[in-house]
């Protein structure tokens, strides 16, 4: 596990962190409070991949389009 805070992870770290934590989990060779814990930051890791995926659709729907269907800027996104 990594001493990084969740909240300052990007995206691909915090879901390769998830993914190691559901791999031990998995193997279930943890004792019971290290299970626990690895629970609790792997929900916090889920929450911070499934924030930063929202994040990122709203930047992409924002992107406005021409005519042409050519990317011509974005629309203003509320809280970005």
Not at 9 to 31: C, K, P, T
Not at 38 to 47: D, F, H, I, Q, T
């Amino acid at each position: 596990m990594s001493d990084t805070p969740v909240s300052e992870m990007s995206f691909e770290e915090a879901m390769r962190e998830l993914e190691a934590v559901v791999d031990q989990l998995e193997r279930g060779d943890v004792a019971l409070d290290a299970s626990i814990a690895l629970y609790e930051r792997g929900a916090a890791l889920k929450k911070r991949c499934e924030d930063e995926l929202k994040r990122a659709e709203e930047k992409v729907a924002a992107i406005t389009l021409d005519a042409d269907g050519n990317p011509a800027g974005v629309k203003p996104v509320e809280g970005l």
